[in-house]
């Protein structure tokens, strides 16, 4: 199993609609990144978390750290075509300080 | 400034055959890793640079794999006799410096390879 899960796997949302993808770890989460990907591109960075209770927002696309419970969510309002992708959590778990361990990914959809 | 790039983008082998893939960091990044992605999983950690300190190997699957850094920059991963199983796609990253609070990882394209 993965060390971190993300939900769901992949969601279809109206144009316009919001949505919300969770990350959970089954270790300690010592910093968290979200990321984008496109078909055959890299990864796009979004967001990094790195305290408990840490909240942060860039455009429509918001992202929470719950340390506690040790899972992130990423809410996205008002969804676009332009958020289609595959979004990814990876997150330091082994207090390497360097190494990332990742999820499994999300599909988003957007329909017009 | 450019991003980090990974070269060739495409790669089809017969299994059995090595490959080579490369990777340019960003410029003046002194960290380097390289993450495998195959379908529907998500990215495996491989290797770790961090300038002329050992690398961490710790994620290579198997000794057919391999990676250098030369110079502190360009760095190269190896799969000898390469098996169905080592299809997928192949992400380099580099960062500016040592340490996620440091900062984020650049990722590159990626090479998709496929081995036949």
């Known amino acids: 199993s993965q060390e971190l899960e993300q939900s769901p796997q992949s969601l279809i949302v109206q144009e316009g609609k919001n949505l919300t993808i969770n990350c959970t770890s089954s270790?300690?989460?010592?910093?968290l990144y979200w990321y984008k990907q496109k078909y055959g591109e890299g990864l796009i960075f979004l967001m990094m978390?790195?305290?408990?209770?840490e909240e942060k927002s860039h455009e429509k696309i918001t992202a929470k750290l719950d340390e506690k419970k040790q899972q992130s969510s990423l809410h996205i309002t008002a969804s676009q075509p332009s958020h289609a992708g595959i979004y990814l959590c990876?997150?330091?778990?082994?207090?390497?300080?360097?190494?990332?361990?990742f999820g499994a990914g999300t599909t988003v959809t957007v329909r017009a | 400034g450019a991003g980090v790039s990974q070269s060739p983008s495409n790669k089809v082998t017969e299994k059995g055959k090595d490959v080579e893939l490369r990777c340019d960091p960003i410029?003046?990044?002194?960290?380097l890793y390289w993450y495998r992605q195959s379908l529907g999983q998500g990215l495996e950690f491989l290797i770790y640079?961090?300038?002329?300190?050992?690398?961490?190997k710790s994620g290579l699957p198997s000794d057919r794999f391999s990676a250098e850094r030369t110079g502190g920059s360009v760095s190269t991963l190896t799969i000898q006799r390469t098996q169905q199983e080592d299809s997928a796609v192949y992400l380099c990253?580099?960062?500016?410096?040592?340490?996620?609070?440091?900062?984020?990882?650049?990722f590159g394209p990626g090479t998709r390879l496929t081995v036949l």
């Open positions: 270790k300690t989460l010592y910093g």
């Open positions: 978390l790195q305290k408990g209770g």
């Open positions: 640079f961090q300038g002329n300190s050992a690398p961490d």
């Open positions: 410029s003046g990044h002194t960290a």
């Open positions: 990876g997150a330091d778990i082994g207090s390497n300080d360097y190494k990332l361990s």
């Open positions: 990253a580099s960062s500016l410096s040592p340490g996620l609070a440091n900062g984020e990882q650049f």
